[in-house]
């Protein structure tokens, strides 16, 4: 992964430039590049060797903060071909799936790429990510996302394949799959079949009744533990001397998590306690 998270900016590097309004406008650094608005010019020699966090001004006037962006505001701005993962929820993805350095991981319904960015990140360079995508215009769409991100090519690390998960996948012991699809309870027996004992499912979906067939699919399945459903939701807080009060505004419901881990072969989990129906049970 050669992409720049530091120092002075470089020709090539993409720059967040932030108005005081605090609307965002991402540009490729270019030895002779200049950056237009309805307030005024920047050339892009004036950021060319600043570090980050310098302050640039318009020919008009106007003040910009100047960093390189991160990804969280990359996968909001980026071209969509499909409806992205939300940051919120790619970080959740990560965490709660315990993506880690090293990992292989295979994903499907790689959509736009946002949420590939964020495991490529996770898994580090001795990982490796497959994304699996019917649409080969979504597939193009993410292919270009990823490697603008991070600056070229992506191979040693990631494969793309246009084509089925259950059709296609051929990968097997690997650490976590993760999928977000319109119905990922089809893809439970193969993702059974390509996770390592101790691995990890998780499955990303938009309403209750994708999220009701997905626990019941991996609980019937019988070779994961019993799923867990959630979801995240964020609210900021505006913060000012004594005014202290939560966001007018916050981000709600945007999907559904379901996680599960891989048995061992042969080894089934053992039954769920339920409480009897017109019974309470002790606190």
Not at 44 to 53: K, T
Not at 116 to 125: K, N, Q, S
Not at 199 to 222: F, L, N, P
Not at 257 to 283: C, H, Q, S
Request: aromatic share 8%; glycine share 10%.
């Amino acid at each position: 992964m050669g992409f720049r998270r530091h120092g002075p900016f470089q020709v090539g590097d993409q720059v967040q430039l932030t108005d005081p309004k605090n609307k965002r406008h991402t540009i490729t650094l270019k030895e002779d590049g200049v950056f237009h608005t309805h307030k005024g010019a920047i050339p892009h020699s004036d950021l060319i060797g600043q570090p980050e966090g310098s302050v640039v001004r318009s020919s008009g006037g106007t003040q910009y903060l100047a960093f390189r962006h991160l990804l969280q505001d990359y996968t909001l701005a980026m071209p969509r071909g499909a409806a992205v993962i939300y940051p919120k929820d790619a970080s959740m993805i990560v965490g709660m799936a315990d993506v880690f350095p090293g990992a292989r991981v295979v994903e499907a319904g790689v959509g736009s790429g946002a949420l590939t960015c964020f495991l490529l990140r996770a898994v580090g360079p001795g990982g490796h990510v497959t994304s699996y995508e019917r649409r080969e215009e979504f597939a193009d769409v993410a292919r270009k996302n990823v490697e603008k991100f991070y600056g070229g090519p992506m191979d040693d690390n990631w494969r793309l394949v246009v084509g089925d998960l259950v059709a296609s996948i051929d990968e097997i012991d690997v650490d976590r799959v993760i999928l977000d699809m319109l119905a990922p309870w089809e893809c439970v027996d193969a993702a059974a079949k390509a996770l390592t004992p101790g691995g990890v499912i998780c499955c990303y979906v938009a309403t209750t009744t994708q999220m009701s067939k997905t626990v019941e699919a991996i609980r019937d399945h019988g070779c994961f533990t019993e799923p867990h459903a959630w979801e995240t939701l964020v609210r900021d807080w505006h913060v000012e001397g004594l005014a202290v009060r939560p966001d007018h505004r916050m981000i709600g419901h945007t999907g559904f998590l379901v996680t599960a881990r891989r048995m061992a072969d042969g080894v089934t989990p053992p039954p769920r306690r339920r409480r009897p129906k017109g019974t309470t049970e002790e606190l």
